[in-house]
Each structure stands twice: as C-alpha cells, then as structure tokens.
Nanobody
C-alpha cells in the first residue's frame, strides 16, 4: 500500500522560502502523478500544482505560478515543492497526493488515490 509523508513545513516570514518534501513508499513510482494541495481554515482544499513521474511535466495554479516549483527525484520516490516569495495568504496545511497509473496533471482532488497527513506552513508578515 502506498504511503505519503510530507515534511518541511514550518514558520517563515513573508518573502522567504520553504521547501516541502513528499516521500512516497510502498512501491516504486515510474508512472502516475503527484499533486500538491493546500487548505486554510474555513476554505476549501485548493490545488497548488502537480507533476508526473514519467516526464516531470508540471502544472501550477495561477496563484502560485512563478513562485512555486515542483520537482521530483524518481530514484528517491520523492517530490518537492519549492516555495519562494511566500505571502501570508500561502498559510495553510499542505498535502501531497498521488495517482498511481495515469500521467494526467489534474487539479481535482478526487483524481488522487493516496494522501499524506499534511504539513503546516505558516507565513508571517
């Protein structure tokens, strides 16, 4: 069974940077995709971006485009979310999610089969 573990969250000042990791275990991934989502209190879960394992293609939400970068290390079964120029509105619990077979970069959370526990990112101003 696939397990996802996010790490790297914490407190950072506005304008700073943070890198989140999503470590996948239970299988070696060579297909499928990983999405990043976030959820702030009182708000719906929001798509951040996604990457597929096969080609490393990425897709980002407009709200983070140009500031966030998703990458993957297939050998380590790990996906990274590099967050730069952080804003207070980026404060949320960040989740990674995996889809094991398809290569589509989907913003719909229902597309994904596995979810991590989330990691808190707090941006202070």
């Amino acid at each position: 069974q696939v397990q996802l573990v996010e790490s790297g969250g914490g407190l950072v000042q506005a304008g700073g940077s943070l890198r989140l990791s999503c470590a996948a275990s239970g299988r070696t991934f060579s297909s499928g995709a990983v999405g990043w989502f976030r959820q702030a209190p009182g708000k719906e879960r929001e798509f951040v971006g996604a990457i597929n394992w096969s080609h490393g293609n990425t897709y980002y939400a407009d709200s983070v485009k140009g500031r966030f970068t998703i990458s993957r290390d297939n050998a380590k079964n790990t996906v990274y979310l590099q967050m730069n120029s952080l804003k207070s509105e980026d404060t949320a619990v960040y989740y990674c999610a995996a889809e094991g077979r398809r290569e589509f970069l989907n913003s719909d959370p229902d597309w994904y089969d596995y979810w991590g526990q989330g990691t808190q990112v707090t941006v202070s101003s």
